[in-house]
């Protein structure tokens, strides 16, 4: 039997291939490798929040994607999922959409109006400082042998501007009252869909499980540069899995990453923060 040939996409046009294959394949067959977009978006006063996210399932052939919006105590969500293969060159599903506009620099997403609930909006975010490229996440899982996760993510700091609509109200949203994070991720991940029957995958909530992904913005009073640290740690029956940290500062990527090496105390069942690591390393310039 003759075999099905390779589909061409418009990314093939692009001088960025990094193996003999189209952009139609990924290099990695796992049913778990994902692209995920997410935006956490929100007004200064703490008043309204966006969140927006799209994740592809290139081995799933499937997209899927959702954007809420968050208001005091309430919450209102859209979510959408369809075949890849429909649309394959599109950045959304369903009134959701994804736009880069300037590399590293400005992306744009759409919520557009819809008949499942009352909001809609169309945001531009800009970068406020470079993106940071986390250090890998690579795990295998508890028996050692099956790789669990392997997976890069960048994230960055943004304004926000454009508009919302709630219940046919629309709110303008300006870069000087708006910030946000965009969070970008590719690889093989964790809990990512159903489980294959026939290979053993452990239920992380039956552990003793915390993580924390955090990033944080400050701009010191006395009007120096503004600056953002972040955290991000994965905990695990006390021990840690995984960290990645960093201080970032204005005018370049920050490459570099901590590793901690000292196993959190525990006390009456919940970690406190280690109080020294061996080899924490910042950029500083």
């Not at 999922?81 to 997403?109: C, H, Q």
């Not at 960048?154 to 870069?175: A, K, M, P």
């Not at 590719?186 to 003793?208: C, H, I, L, T, Y």
Request: net charge negative.
């Amino acid at each position: 039997m003759r075999q099905i040939m390779q589909v061409v996409v418009p990314a093939d046009e692009y001088l960025v291939h990094q193996t003999p294959e189209t952009f139609a394949t990924v290099s990695n067959a796992d049913i778990s490798w994902t692209e995920k977009v997410w935006l956490s978006l929100f007004a200064r006063d703490g008043s309204v929040q966006i969140d927006f996210g799209i994740g592809k399932y290139h081995n799933r052939n499937v997209i899927d994607g959702f954007a809420g919006v968050s208001r005091g105590v309430e919450q209102i969500t859209v979510r959408a999922s369809t075949e890849l293969d429909t649309d394959f060159s599109r950045v959304g599903v369903g009134p959701i959409d994804y736009e880069v506009v300037e590399p590293m620099n400005k992306v744009r997403a759409v919520l557009r109006a819809n008949d499942v609930q009352p909001i809609s909006f169309d945001v531009t975010l800009t970068a406020v400082l470079p993106p940071f490229l986390e250090r890998k996440d690579a795990q295998r899982g508890s028996d050692g042998f099956r790789v669990a996760s392997d997976l890069r993510r960048f994230h960055q700091l943004c304004t926000v501007s454009g508009w919302l609509e709630i219940d046919g109200e629309r709110t303008e949203i300006t870069d000087e009252t708006w910030l946000g994070y965009r969070d970008r991720s590719w690889g093989v991940r964790m809990d990512v869909g159903e489980p294959a029957p026939d290979v053993k995958a452990p239920n992380r909530m039956n552990e003793d499980f915390l993580l924390t992904w955090s990033p944080m913005y400050f701009q010191p009073a006395d009007g120096s540069d503004p600056y953002e640290i972040h955290h991000y740690l994965q905990w695990v029956d006390g021990e840690v899995h995984y960290f990645s940290g960093v201080r970032q500062l204005p005018g370049r990527q920050a490459g570099t990453a901590a590793r901690m090496r000292r196993r959190p105390e525990v006390r009456s069942g919940h970690p406190t923060p280690p109080r020294r690591h061996d080899d924490l390393r910042r950029r500083v310039g």
